[in-house]
């Protein structure tokens, strides 16, 4: 455990030597003790101490010094660090502004110079004023802090990074946390600077881009090979398992992930259909797992970056990213899943990250609590973001178009939501339009029988409402079908322009696309089962036929 601080201020070079001396001689061993003849440079200090997560258990400040009085850096200190003890140090014809000090700034003790002997006129009061201090004294969070606004865009988007790639933070609303202000004030921002990320030696970004934050958190950004055996494109279920087994059968392996790994299935709150797991898993455990897993064995995993291109030289795939960044490799495995349709409705995109979400249930259910919450969507997703909100909304609205959930969601999850007390399913109704000054507020329902709109306060819209295939970025570089998902395999074969594509004499393997030595796993593979045991099962599968591509080669 770090040592708490001790801090002296004392413009006069001689009283503050001494005072010094005294203090560290009892106290050096449980606390560390810092003097300076300064008072502003002790603001400056106490500043830094509280980015780094330092506490300071006792101020001493001499009452006559010329840059500040006593009495104004004592006060000054609250602003940072409320809970620490103040001593004033003051002669014989100080007394009135030390004892007034007492009642106005809540000094804990005047010391009267000089203080000798110390044995009997110092130690005792710091001994007194350290229990005291030590009892009510209550750790910070050791990690990385976001500071920001809840319902703010910016916030939101950091928040869902570090979740998603697992970092543990201390989320502090600038509006309900007290000490979230203190760190603002530390680091000399206002609130236009938010969110600010505190990280564990103090440092600090302001707004930061994403890829910013990621190297600040050590999130690996550079691939430190020249040639890889495999580059896994996409971080879903399909892309870690194709990542475990490349890695694990010896394979030169890279993962490229845009965002957080995990993919769509990092967004949910319980898995109940995964093998092993009887009593289910979170999409974030399945995917820590899936790391952890695939680390060890040797994976690189470059996030966030977004793949934009692959270009052929002399069969070998040069992957482009849009940072401008190039990756050479003998394969690539396209593991890009599926996108969340948006939902179209004018001005719904100003509140993206401030009350509307797209499979962010598990994020920011918590900020839910004791609030009314929509969700868009009837489906197995939207069923079960219901059930994790309902832990802390007041009441959770499930709107659908069609007139019941029975065809769209699992039995286990419509007999889940009917035990739920707090949730409702509205049948029959869309969401038209929304409505809010600088986060949501509140949306119109239309009920499709009737055609009669409501109006009706709504703090968060979750929306679960089908996706696309991520493969815009692909533009026409293997074969998709008429939806954009991607074609592989046997299913090339039945391609009229089949002889005009695939000029090997071999047909192409299960999992490859048009262009040889590229295989797609997981949703975005046209006709694939869609879910995490398939795209696991798929993932793992890929390695087997890049195995079998790579002895050809
Ligand atoms: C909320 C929710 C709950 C679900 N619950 C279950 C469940 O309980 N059981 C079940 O079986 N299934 C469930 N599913 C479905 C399941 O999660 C998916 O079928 C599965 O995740 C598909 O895996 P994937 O790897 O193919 O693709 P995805 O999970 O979609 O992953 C694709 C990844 O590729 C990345 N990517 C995309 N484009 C690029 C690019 N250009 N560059 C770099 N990276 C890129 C994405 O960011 C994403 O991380 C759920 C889905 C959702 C949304």
């Known amino acids: 455990m770090k040592l708490p601080f001790i801090i002296i201020v004392d413009d006069d070079e001689q009283v503050l030597r001494a005072i010094q001396r005294d203090v560290r001689n009892k106290y050096h061993t449980e606390y560390r003790v810092s003097a300076t003849d300064s008072a502003k440079e002790a603001l400056e200090l106490i500043k830094e101490l ?18 500040m ?16 003890k103040l001593v004033l140090l003051t002669a014989y014809s100080d007394i009135d502004v030390a004892v007034r000090a007492i009642n106005k700034l809540k000094l804990d003790y005047y010391l ?33 802090k976001v500071i920001g606004f809840q319902w703010a865009p910016k916030s939101h988007k950091l928040k869902e990074f570090l979740s998603g790639n697992l970092i543990p933070y201390l989320w502090m609303d600038v509006e309900n946390d007290e000490e979230a202000k203190k760190y603002l004030v530390s680091a000399n921002l206002k609130f236009d600077a938010l969110p600010l990320v505190v990280l564990k030696d103090g440092a600090w970004l302001s707004d930061p881009a994403l890829p910013d934050l990621a190297k600040h958190i050590g999130l690996k950004q550079t691939a ?22 490349g890695s694990c059968e010896g394979l030169k392996t890279i993962l490229i992930e845009k965002s957080n790994p995990g993919g769509q299935a990092s967004s949910s709150a319980r898995i109940e259909n995964y093998l092993g797991f009887p009593k289910g898993l979170s999409g974030a455990d399945l995917t820590r797992r899936a790391i952890t897993q695939t680390l060890r064995f040797g994976t690189e995993i470059l996030t966030p970056k977004t793949v934009q291109n692959i270009r052929l030289k002399d069969g070998y795939k040069i992957t482009e990213m ?35 979400y797209y499979g962010s249930a598990s994020v920011e259910a ?20 219901a059930m994790h909100i309902s832990k802390f909304a007041k009441e959770v609205i499930i709107v659908i178009r069609r007139d019941s959930i029975t065809k769209t969601a699992a039995n286990y999850l419509i007999e889940n939501i009917s035990q739920t007390p707090n ?14 000054e600088k986060v949501l507020e509140k949306i119109t329902l ?81 006709t694939a089962l869609t879910g995490i045991s398939s795209a696991v099962g798929e993932g793992a599968m890929a390695i087997r036929f890049v195995r079998k591509y790579l002895e050809q080669m």
Request: hydrophobic letters at 35%; glycine letters at 10%.
């Open 446 to 526: 239309k009920d499709s029988t009737t055609g009669e709109e409501k109006t009706v306060p709504a703090k968060a819209l979750f929306i679960y409402i089908g996706a696309k295939p991520g493969t815009a970025w692909l533009k026409d570089i293997v074969l998709k079908d008429e939806k954009g998902f991607i074609i592989t395999g046997n299913e090339l074969v039945k391609e009229k322009s089949f002889n005009n594509f695939w000029k090997l004499e071999r047909k192409p393997l299960l999992p490859e696309t048009s262009v040889p030595g590229i295989f797609a796993s997981g949703d975005v593979r046209s």
């Open 50 to 67: 509280k980015l780094k997560n330092e506490t300071v258990a006792l101020f001493i400040s001499d009452q006559r010094m010329p840059e």
């Open 322 to 356: 849009t940072d401008g960044s190039e990756i050479h490799s003998k394969t690539v495995i396209i593991a890009t899943g599926v996108e969340y349709t948006k939902l179209e409705i004018p001005g719904l995109e100003k509140f993206n990250g401030a009350g509307v």
């Open 423 to 436: 949730i409702r399913v509205q049948t029959s109704t869309e969401v038209v339009s929304v409505d809010g």
């Open 366 to 385: 918590h900020a839910c609590k004791g609030e009314f919450v929509y969700i868009v969507g009837g489906g197995n997703s939207a069923c079960q973001a």
């Open 69 to 84: 009085e006593g009495v104004v850096f004592l006060e000054k200190t609250k602003e940072i660090y409320p809970e620490s």
């Open 112 to 144: 009267l110079k000089p203080w000798n002997p110390p044995d009997e006129k110092l130690y005792p009061v710091v001994d007194d004023l350290l229990d005291e201090w030590q009892a009510q004294y209550k750790p910070d969070h050791e990690g990385i």
């Open 224 to 245: 430190s090979e020249k040639m890889y055996d495999v580059l896994i494109i996409g971080g879903g279920p399909a892309g870690l398992a194709a990542s475990v087994y």
